[in-house]
């Protein structure tokens, strides 16, 4: 079993950074993708960016050029979100999300609040 949990959000002023940890421990997650989503009040969860065990990147178009995902050089389950230039509409909980490519197996965090006030 994956326990993924995340760390770092918080109340921040437009204009201004955070950066969010995410850990998934347990078993070994093999060749994976980890991930970022959103859930603001009312809409549906969203990707938010997500990295490959190889380092390949995606992002929402919301996010491009704000937000940079990474992984932990010397932890295949460790990733980063570092969300510069905030704005208000990022409000929102931020789930780590960690899938095993080999299972399909997906795994969830808690969630973190991330408030970005105008």
């Known amino acids: 079993q994956v326990q993924v949990v995340e760390s770092g959000g918080g109340l921040v002023q437009a204009g201004g950074s955070l950066r969010l940890s995410c850990v998934a421990s347990?078993?070994?997650?093999?060749?994976?993708?980890m991930g970022w989503y959103r859930q603001a009040p009312g809409k549906q969860r969203e990707l938010v960016a997500s990295?490959?065990?190889?380092?390949?990147?995606?992002y929402a178009d919301s996010v491009k050029g704000r937000f940079t995902i990474s992984r932990d050089i010397a932890e295949n389950n460790k990733v980063y979100l570092q969300m510069n230039s905030l704005k208000p509409e990022d409000t929102a909980v931020y789930y780590c999300n960690a899938r095993k490519l080999m299972t399909s197996t997906t795994y969830w965090g808690q969630g973190t609040q991330v408030t970005v006030s105008s």
């Open positions: 347990g078993s070994t997650l093999g060749n994976n993708v």
């Open positions: 990295i490959s065990s190889g380092g390949y990147t995606n």
